[in-house]
């Protein structure tokens, strides 16, 4: 399909597209568990819960639409990622999935370390008390500002992406007596998405130094020169939503025949590889992700695999998983305004938000799922398209899924897997109050991210 085209008419008027799902769930009102977080269930009254908690009631408490995040499913999944990297390995948490002072507490507390990507990020990471020393700073383009803010407060490494950035880092750390530790960023050819990764000859993306051609070796001769740093390693990211780890096992071939070079002409071994993020979830019953020891245990042999054979000490490993951890753990709650049926064709639910809430369907035709969640139905299914409020017609949450033929205005719908990319992505499109994201654990909601407020929109209309 076109990307070149601004597609938010025609596309969406045509009916299933092929390789959809046509058939209906054989139970409507059942909870899949790999879309839905831990603690989600239905109640005897046919109400979804979390944490213990009617839906019913989190929407009368905080109105919709919301985000409700499942803290001990944010929990779990730390530790299980924590636990099959071991102490041998680092995983730090990609914060641009969703970030907020009440995650980066979660996120220490649960012992990770913490990638960020701006100076805004890094504000609410050293904010919440994060240990610098345990944050990563990315960005292709960081200004003179983000990096010395990030060299004042000791970040732990600084991924570097370019010529001029590594002459920069090195000047702000001189003039700050101090030598920074960093990564050089390269790219290794391959592009990785779900169930396929395509090997490139060369790379046509802003991101990183391209292994071939030799700009990633330059960069390395530069910065081994340079006082102010310390070159840590070599960083690799190589796509998102990735269910497999064929695409990994060439970028750490690549990878490692860069370290191999470097000790050969340098005659050091860099101690670090970080391998980026990108492990995928499950937004519908149709994705099977692979769990963390899984991913653990293939990189873990991919990486020694390829330094023996090259002669080299394994280097160290981090991963930076943002979607993995995140993603699963909120679903937004909506309400219906408006059932409109076309008949032969589908029926349009709208909600009460839509793209400014979750562009990602929009933005890359993402697949979600979607219950209803304020009761349960013994109604036949119906095909339908759950649809935002917003004054165009990509708007769209759920391209196509099976709801209740009695949904009607009032009823809840609840999206699962919205933890990532949905509020760290939201907009005051049409000048939308963007919704809160409330923590819910043990029978207790508490509100981490509020409400945007009319006040908060004027607020910045300075008139
Ligand atoms: N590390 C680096 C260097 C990255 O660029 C990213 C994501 C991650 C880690 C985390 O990737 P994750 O594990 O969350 O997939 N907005 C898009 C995703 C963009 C990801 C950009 N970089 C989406 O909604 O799918």
Redesign the pocket.
């Known amino acids: 399909m076109s990307r070149s085209a601004h597609p938010a008419g025609p596309r969406y008027a045509d009916v299933l597209p092929e390789g959809h799902y046509t058939a209906p769930p054989a139970d409507l009102n059942a909870l899949d568990a790999h879309v839905w977080s831990r603690t989600v269930t239905r109640d005897a009254d046919g109400v979804i819960t979390v944490g213990g908690l009617k839906a019913t009631a989190l929407a009368e408490e905080f109105g919709t639409p919301a985000y409700f995040l499942d803290e001990e499913d944010f929990r779990a999944r730390c530790r299980a990622w924590r636990d099959a990297f071991g102490t041998e390995a680092d995983v730090f948490y ?1 914060g ?2 969703f970030l907020s002072r009440a995650i980066v507490r979660w996120i220490h507390e649960e012992d990770l370390n913490l ?1 960020v ?1 701006s100076s805004g990020e890094l504000l609410t990471a050293l904010d919440a008390g994060m240990p610098a020393e345990r944050i990563a700073l ?1 960005g292709n383009n960081k200004s003179t500002e983000e990096i010395t803010r990030a060299v004042e407060a000791g970040v732990g490494r600084i ?1 570097v992406d370019s010529f001029q950035e590594i002459a920069r880092v090195a000047h702000i750390a001189e003039r700050l007596g101090k030598r920074q530790r960093v990564l050089i960023r390269v790219t290794v050819g391959v592009e990785a998405h779900t169930h396929e990764f395509i090997a490139t000859a060369h790379e046509d993306q802003k991101f990183g130094l391209a292994l071939g051609g030799g700009q990633a070796a330059e960069a390395v001769r530069r910065a081994l020169k340079l006082d102010g740093l310390e070159l840590l390693g070599i ?1 690799s ?1 190589i796509g ?2 990735i269910f497999d780890t064929s695409g990994f096992e060439v970028a750490a071939h690549r990878v490692v025949g860069l370290l191999r070079q470097i000790r050969d002409e340098h005659g050091v071994e860099l101690p670090e590889i970080d391998l ?4 995928g979830i499950a937004y519908t019953s149709e994705d099977d992700p692979r769990e963390p020891y899984e991913i653990a245990t293939a990189l873990r042999e991919i990486v020694t695999r390829e330094c023996r054979a090259a002669g080299l000490t394994v280097p160290r490993l981090s991963v ?5 951890i995140v993603g699963p753990t909120a679903f937004t709650l909506y309400e219906v305004g408006t059932v409109k049926e076309l008949p032969g064709l589908r029926t349009y639910v709208s909600v009460d938000g839509g793209m400014s809430d979750n562009i ?1 369907t929009a933005l ?1 035709d ?1 697949e979600y799922s979607v219950a209803l969640a304020s009761r349960a139905s013994t109604a036949e299914p119906m095909l339908a398209r759950v649809v935002g409020k917003h004054c165009e017609s990509g708007d769209i949450v759920v391209r196509d899924a099976f709801l209740p033929a009695d949904t009607a205005p009032g009823d809840l719908l609840a999206v699962p897997a919205t933890g ?2 949905c509020r760290s ?1 939201a907009s005051n499109y049409n000048h939308a109050l963007r919704p809160p994201v409330v923590a819910v654990k043990d029978g207790t909601a508490r509100v981490i991210v509020r409400r945007e407020t009319e006040e908060d929109l004027l607020r910045l209309d300075v008139g």
Do not use: F, I, N, T
């Open positions: 990609a641009k999935a990638d990507c990315h991924v960083h990211h998102s939503q980026g993020g990108g492990l930076e998983p943002g979607r993995a990602r890359y993402a990532a990319y992505m």
